[in-house]
């Protein structure tokens, strides 16, 4: 049981690169989250998906992208790297309709530097 | 209306002591309130979770206080150890909708020996 895995684990782009962060759960969780850490900002959401086929917006979703490939996969996109999306990436799944009470379950992250 | 505001931003305390960390939120119709811890470089995990049917839980010397008329939640770790210094997050979801986690912004805690 690996709970939830990212790929990659570190990443470095040029300004314009796009590049896709991989997420995978084998919990059979229904929901999936994508959320990004900066100092001193705490977690704030990017997008998530309730079911299989359902993405929405959360707080921050300007520049990105996902795609919830399967109940297991949920990826995210970014098509025009810049600056300002540096940062630590982190995949969650996880919530009362997966039955875990509430809980989501974090990746370890993937720290993204965009030069 | 969706904010959790957490206090304070970083937190000394001696081996022993206890820390206590603080959250306030406004939208009442939360229903759900974890905590998370974070070690450096790792993701964040579930330490323990409140709904505000009950005013205390305790899971060994870890405690949340939950005071529902004043929307505010803390955290209490008795007798702190240097293992328990790390990024500490409260957060928030309600019932219903996409059950989003609201977070506060953290509280690096250091325990010094």
């Known amino acids: ?115 | 209306q969706q904010q959790v505001k957490q206090s304070p931003q970083s937190l000394i305390v001696q081996k022993g002591g206890i820390s206590i960390i603080n959250c306030a939120y406004e939208n009442t119709a939360f229903d759900y309130f974890p905590w998370y811890q974070q070690f450096p470089g790792k993701g964040p995990a579930l330490l323990i979770a409140i709904r505000p049917d009950v005013s205390e839980k305790k899971e060994g010397r870890f405690t949340i206080s939950f005071n529902k008329s004043a929307k505010q939640f803390s955290l209490h770790i008795m007798d702190s150890q240097p293992g328990d210094s790390a990024t500490y997050f409260c957060a928030a979801s309600m019932k219903g909708g996409s059950e989003k986690l609201v977070f506060g912004k953290g509280t690096k805690l250091t325990v010094n020996p």
């Not at chain 1, 810049?82 to 809980?103: D, E, I, L, N």
């Open chain 1, 1 to 115: 049981n690996a709970g939830v895995t990212q790929t990659p684990k570190f990443q470095v782009l040029k300004t314009g690169q796009s590049m896709t962060l991989q997420c995978a759960q084998d919990m059979n969780h229904n929901s999936m989250y994508w959320y990004r850490q900066d100092p001193g900002m705490g977690l704030r959401l990017i997008y998530y998906s309730a079911s299989e086929g359902t993405t929405d917006k959360g707080e921050v979703p300007n520049g990105y992208n996902v795609s919830r490939l399967n109940k297991r996969e949920f990826s995210l996109r970014l098509e025009s790297a810049a600056p300002s999306q540096t940062s630590v990436y982190f995949c969650a799944s996880g919530g009362r309709t997966s039955g875990t009470g509430g809980t989501q379950y974090f990746g370890p992250g993937t720290r993204l530097l965009v030069l």
